[in-house]
């Protein structure tokens, strides 16, 4: 069972910034592909930014120069610092992540349908 739990979403105007973390409850996650998610209303999740258990990331298009996608060192916690923040990427962000396996290999995706572990989501509000 894998447990993820989100914190520091909020509100904020555009331009301003703001620093997510995922706390995994029980273990490290050093097998794992992490990644974050957002989900605006009305409109299906999409990946933001992903690491490999290397620390390598990958980000969608979007988000590149933006946001940073880190891990401690201990890999318990993921974070993501966003900055320069726009009204349209007001959402429900969560954290995902999905073991490295035979099954899911290496490198990590983007897509939702790549992960079957997930937070309850953290709400950010970027206002114009």
């Known amino acids: 069972q894998v447990h993820l739990v989100e914190s520091g979403g909020g509100s904020v105007q555009s331009g301003g910034s703001l620093r997510l973390a995922c706390a995994a409850s029980e273990h490290s996650y050093s097998t794992y592909c992490m990644g974050w998610f957002r989900q605006a209303p009305g409109k299906e999740r999409e990946g933001v930014a992903v690491i490999d258990p290397d620390g390598s990331p990958r980000y969608v298009e979007a988000v590149k120069g933006r946001f940073t996608i880190s891990q401690d060192n201990a890999k318990t916690t993921l974070h993501l610092q966003m900055n320069n923040l726009k009204p349209e990427e007001t959402a429900m962000y969560y954290c995902?992540?999905?073991?490295?396996?035979?099954?899911?290999?290496?490198?990590?995706?983007?897509?939702?349908?790549?992960?079957?572990?997930w937070g309850q989501g953290t709400q950010v509000t970027v206002s114009s």
């Open positions: 995902a992540a999905e073991e490295v396996s035979p099954r899911r290999r290496l490198p990590c995706g983007l897509r939702v349908d790549e992960y079957d572990w």
